[in-house]
Nanobody, 125 residues
């Protein structure tokens, strides 16, 4: 059974940094693309970043967030710098069924098969 467990969320002041982790188990981690999404109440889940054969970012986080993975540790990361109040959300990691794909594939939540439980990130102004 595939499990994804996020950690690293918390409360931070605007301009600060956080690093999220997503520990994966139950499948060959290195064989699949992974993504980060976020969601706020009443809104749809929003794509943030993905990593497979390459990395992808949504425009609002480019230059501030960095996605990475450690296949030896079966762990996905999201380094978040220069955080803004509008980054406040529940952040989810997810695993898709392919490794190589396009931005238009990786940015769609329906293309991900497994999801973590989410971790809250709150950025105060």
């Amino acid at each position: 059974q595939v499990q994804l467990v996020e950690s690293g969320g918390g409360l931070v002041q605007a301009g600060g940094s956080l690093k999220l982790s997503c520990a994966a188990s139950g499948r060959t981690f290195s064989s699949y693309g992974m993504g980060w999404f976020r969601q706020t109440p009443g809104k749809e889940r929003e794509f943030i970043s993905a990593i497979g054969g390459t990395t992808y970012y949504t425009d609002s986080v480019k230059g501030r967030f960095t996605i990475s993975r450690d296949n030896a540790k079966n762990t996905l990361y999201l380094q978040m710098n220069s955080l803004k109040p509008e980054d406040t959300a529940v952040y989810y990691c997810a695993s898709t069924g392919i490794y190589y794909g396009t931005f238009s594939y990786f940015n769609q939540p329906q293309n991900y098969h497994y999801w973590g439980q989410g971790t809250q990130v709150t950025v105060s102004s």
